[in-house]
């Protein structure tokens, strides 16, 4: 059985590839939703810096597509066997994933065999609300919906669907902290891997090239900053977010005997690192490498930002509010703006 959705038309930014302009689409509410599926209104959207890899033609997407991935909105309508009710405001899960492949069945749920990905799906491809760049997006069964309180600001909860989820499954691949933990690159990942580890009681290091991003992650409880080539060892686990090759090194060459370091920045091909073998192997140093994440981070994610919001500035770190027929400004100034997200709302 599915769920009576009551027509009506809503809109949503169409992106036709690498120097194409987004152009805003109107189109038809789906009469009805397939069981299992909800259909949100989109309150708010944050540019992630996939988008703007995808945007500029760093990394492979279909097209036409909807972008954005990082978004909070309210539950409008919901058919038999979906989580949540009308009303419910909530966050929702970069993946689809089946729940009986066996990936699924293993956990590796982000890896599904048959993956959906939001913000990443074709238009014509018989979803046609997958992104967050909308008035509305229909979620599938089979994605993760967390409620979020209304109280929770809305540029802090919208990316909890990327930044915060991804730095949650980060945390779960390493070795239960306190420790001391080296967090490389100071973006919206970076800030907020320093402050769920500072959370957790560990001696946090940030290290990136911007000394205005140094001073942010003090912000968020770093203890100590560094600049790419000061000489950084003795960690007992490393979270690489740059994307950096040279950072990457860096990272396996700070690890202490029995250190770890998780990967989840290199998420775009670059040139490989150099590694000895024996080093790994004679101080017992484990790889682990991070890319989406499983239902649980995404709760974690929200549970981290409730009760954190007001001890981090997380409300300052994303920019000017755009209206979603400015998204090619919107992207525009992401390229140059301080700030580390900028918004979107789709409703203006």
């Not at 189109?27 to 909800?38: K, N």
């Not at 309150?43 to 036409?64: F, K, N, Q, Y």
């Not at 993760?144 to 909860?157: G, H, S």
């Not at 402050?195 to 290290?207: D, K, L, N, Q, R």
Request: net charge neutral; hydrophobic share 45%; aromatic share 4%.
């Amino acid at each position: 059985m599915g769920g009576d959705v009551g027509g009506g038309t809503v809109r949503f930014a169409r992106w036709d590839g690498a120097g194409s302009p987004f152009r805003v689409v109107s189109t038809a509410l789906p009469a009805r939703l397939d069981a299992g599926e909800v259909l949100v209104e989109v309150e708010l959207a944050t540019i992630c810096g996939s988008d703007l890899h995808t945007v500029a033609g760093h990394r492979p997407a279909p097209t036409p597509t909807v972008l954005g991935h990082e978004q909070v909105g309210r539950v409008v309508a919901a058919a038999p066997g979906a989580p949540v009710r009308p009303g419910d405001r909530v966050v929702w899960s970069v993946t689809v994933s089946c729940g009986a492949c066996p990936r699924c069945t293993r956990g590796l749920e982000h890896k599904c065999v048959r993956l959906r990905k939001f913000g990443h799906e074709p238009v014509d491809g018989g979803w046609t609300l997958s992104g967050g760049f909308a008035t509305h997006a229909v979620l599938p069964a089979g994605t993760t919906i967390v409620p979020v309180p209304e109280d929770l600001p809305d540029v802090v909860a919208a990316p909890a669907s990327c930044a915060t989820a991804t730095v949650a499954a980060m945390l779960d691949a390493a070795p239960p902290l306190p420790g001391r933990v080296l967090v490389t690159g100071a973006g919206l990942l970076g800030v907020t891997a320093a402050a769920m580890c500072a959370t957790a009681g560990a001696e946090v290091t940030v290290s990136d090239p911007d000394p205005a991003r140094r001073r942010l992650a003090t912000r968020f409880g770093a203890d100590r900053v560094a600049a790419p080539g000061e000489p950084l060892t003795g960690f007992d686990v490393a979270l690489e977010l740059s994307g950096s090759a040279t950072a990457v090194e860096g990272c396996l060459a700070a690890l202490d005997v029995g250190g770890h370091a998780v990967l989840a920045g290199s998420v775009s091909p670059g040139p490989p690192v150099t590694i000895a073998p024996e080093r790994f192997v004679r101080n017992l140093l484990t790889v682990t490498g991070v890319h989406n994440y499983r239902p649980g981070h995404l709760r974690r994610a929200v549970a981290f930002l409730t009760g954190h919001a007001g001890r981090f500035p997380f409300a300052e770190l994303v920019g000017e509010r755009f209206a979603l027929t400015d998204l090619d400004r919107a992207f525009a100034a992401a390229g140059r703006s301080p700030a580390l997200r900028q918004a979107v709302d789709p409703r203006r």
